[in-house]
DNA sequence: CGTAATACG
């Protein structure tokens, strides 16, 4: 079971460069992809069916913003948009769907580089989101919580950990709340699996980031303690370009 | 700098 999850910055941007060589050859089990920046009226029927897959859909209210998605070989149990707070739930920022014998979370944190009142967001979403997680885990549930975090966790996740500390994205306060969702009960598959490696899943397009490899590791995939025992590889593929991200690997038996 | 709409990341 090979759960990839990619932000994509732009799916209609990307399915006009790599996006779908790119799943012919990974043939991923599930694939999320986050920021999608589409609506209902603009997702096209090849972005809709890619053969194979059930494909899954959140829109932000705001056109050409945020969006989520999943495809999936196997189809969910259920599908769950948002979590049930409006202020979250109209900007296509979460999708619950329920397996067999696990619970994906493909989730899009916000940015909070924007306004105070957008950092503000952020943290409110953060702990929405954890007690949705401890909700879930409380019924029994294993999850799988993946997407872009928006917030690299220590100085082995980030190049510039320095320049960065009084920037959204590596303040105190959002790297202090992955500590207290670890505390909670949840890993940082990557990180769990390789503890020495320092590799990155995002590069700013500006100031040739990419090239210099000036990156931050911000996408995760999270699991619940219950699961971990299934973990068998967390990956970032650092080589795929086409977004300012690139892809990462959760391989469960 | 890049996506997609003229804002946001």
């Known amino acids: 079971m090979r759960i990839y999850s990619w ?22 089990d599930i ?3 986050q920021e999608t920046k589409i609506q209902e009226a603009t997702l096209d029927d090849k972005l809709r069916n ?3 897959y059930h494909s899954y859909f959140s829109f932000a ?16 149990i259920s599908v769950k948009h948002g979590i049930g707070i409006p202020e979250f739930d109209s900007e296509g920022r979460i999708l619950t769907m329920e397996f067999k014998d696990f619970t994906l979370l493909n989730i899009y944190f916000p940015n909070g580089q924007m306004s105070q009142e957008r950092l503000n967001y952020k943290m409110n979403f953060y702990n929405a989101v954890l007690n949705y997680c401890n909700f879930l885990v409380s019924q029994n549930r294993k999850l799988v ?12 996740d980030i190049k510039n950990a320095k320049a960065n500390e009084k920037n959204s994205g590596f303040l105190p306060m959002e790297r202090q709340w992955l500590d207290k969702f670890i505390k909670n ?4 598959t990557y ?26 590791r911000i996408d ?15 990956a970032i593929l650092t080589q795929v370009t086409g977004s300012d991200h690139c892809p990462i690997l959760l391989e469960m038996i």
């Open 7 to 28: 932000n994509v910055n732009g799916l209609r941007a990307i399915s006009k460069k790599n996006f779908f060589d790119w799943i012919r050859s990974e043939n991923p």
């Open 31 to 33: 694939l999320c992809v």
């Open 50 to 52: 890619i053969n194979g």
């Open 61 to 76: 209210q705001k056109k050409g913003y945020s969006g989520v998605a999943v495809y999936t070989k196997f189809k969910p």
């Open 145 to 156: 919580i993946c997407g872009d975090y928006n917030t690299a966790h220590t100085e082995m």
């Open 185 to 188: 009960g949840y890993t940082d």
């Open 191 to 216: 990180r769990y699996m390789n503890p020495q490696k320092v590799e990155y899943s995002w590069w700013s397009y500006r100031f040739k980031a990419r090239e210099r490899n000036a990156g931050w």
């Open 220 to 234: 995760y995939h999270f699991v619940s303690n219950n699961l971990l025992k299934r973990v068998k590889k967390a």
